[in-house]
């Protein structure tokens, strides 16, 4: 199995998880022949890294891991200093003996006692051997790809293979019960079996091709977690399920965040059973939604932090981020993509009053800033310069907001960069709420309205602004 070398042991436990122990205990007597570390370290996984949970002197490479507890099941790490280091799954039989040559752990290392752990290293060594026969496999496949013969003899090659890691692995679920970890881990690293729809789709269907595109893309989204139990935490204590996840939210879901809220939601609710994989997944989808560079993912945020966090369900939440979440969501539900902008009634510097939703344009760019502004200063005249002057002829305007209440500072910047064709406005007593409405608390802060004044973008820049108007114009004119 692919993994990446980890070179840092993390002692503790991530986002506040707090595993039961029990009350027996472990002995795990190692023996690592000819090992020149004075240290070794027995480590779990978890959320993509590694967490020391005992640390042995070593003693001609001989040292013992115990404690008068058990630990919980999954899969550990014996690491040492100089970096080398091995897969070992611990399941109920936790006192055992291992004897290893850390110059080839895979090939020489030999269990006692341990029937789950045995056999999953007996897994490993297989996986080894099927990876290299694969590698090989795709070397051959390169120099031949060019002769349909040959492309259709490694096609045979490959299903081979991939049928020889399914009968080993149904024969682990043969030979281990229902709650032994072992053939759930090995099921882990399958992917789901798509069938062949080409078989089942007439030749005469419009657009046939795409149509098997799009029945093995379904397929595939909705089996994709077929092996993972989400109400068994055995799960995360794994190098495996957060790639898998990975995969999954970046690679397969589209990104839109309805499709995010949707697959995320259901894949949480299967957790509910178990307490520490649902704060897993909880915490997982929120994040992901917060770090998504995409424009509009706030809005996966919104609704994923209101069923999860602002409901109470998410019981392991202190006050202090319950609050952060809360004035987040706040500051980003009235402004999110596909909204109707909120009404904003301003002032003029005449003293006359004009209304956002009253502005009749194809296109209005809501414009949030103030004359002092580092970044205002050069945005603002290059808003007119780049973007009104050459697209107003399309109907597009500009509602200019100025954020700050000292008007003769305003007045003379409008004057002196000839902002004139902007619909400037204010609200010397802060009554619209603009800020909480529209999530301004820096500037510039840019949004893009369609002529209904529905959010088409927020957050721009110039470049940006510039790319949309002009993806916005074109599809209008088709």
Known sequence: MKKNIITLICVGFCLLYSFSSKAQKYNINIDLIGCTDSTAYLAHYFDGRIFADDTT???????????????????????????????????????????????????????????????????????????????????????????PTEKEKYNKAYKQADREVRAYIKKLNQDYPDDSFVSKFAQLTLSPKVPDFSKEIPESTTDRDQEIKKKSYMYNKDHYFDYVDFADNRFLRTPILKNKLEFFYEKILVQNPDTIVKEATNIIEKSKSDPEVFQYLVQYSLNYAVKSKIMGMDAAFVALAKKYYLSGEANWADSTLLANI??????LQFNLIGMKAQDLKMETPEGEFVR??????????????????????????????????????????????????????WEN??????????????????????????????????????????????????????????????????
Not at 119 to 136: C, G, I, L, V
Not at 326 to 331: F, G, L, N, P, S
Not at 431 to 454: A, C, E, G, H
């Open 57 to 147: 002197q070593l003693v001609n490479g001989k040292g013992l891991f115990s404690k008068e507890k058990q630990l919980d099941e999954g899969i550990y790490v014996i690491y040492l200093p100089s970096q080398k280091y091995f897969d070992l799954l611990i399941g109920k039989d936790q006192e055992f003996s291992i004897s290893a040559d850390p110059v080839n752990f895979i090939e020489t290392t030999k269990i006692n006692g341990a029937k789950e752990s045995i056999a999953f290293h007996d897994f490993q060594k297989f996986m080894k051997s099927q990876n290299e026969k694969s590698k090989k496999l795709q070397e051959a496949y390169k120099a031949h790809k060019d002769n």
């Open 356 to 409: 956002l939703h009253e502005v009749e344009a194809p296109f209005t760019i809501l414009y949030f800033w103030e004359p002092d502004c580092g970044h205002c200063k050069t945005s603002t005249p290059q808003l007119k310069t780049d973007i009104l002057d050459k697209y107003k002829k399309q109907g597009v305007k500009v509602f200019a907001v100025c954020t700050q209440n000292q008007k003769e500072e």
């Open 413 to 478: 910047f409008i004057a002196d960069k000839n902002l004139f064709d902007f619909i400037n406005c204010y609200d010397p007593h802060y009554q619209t709420n603009f800020r909480i409405y529209y999530d301004v608390f820096s500037t510039p802060t840019m949004y893009l309205l369609d002529k209904d004044k529905k959010i088409i973008a927020k957050r721009l820049d110039i470049d940006t602004l510039k790319t949309f108007l002009d993806h916005e114009l074109k599809s209008k004119i088709n």
């Open 326 to 331: 809360r004035e987040r969501v706040i500051k």
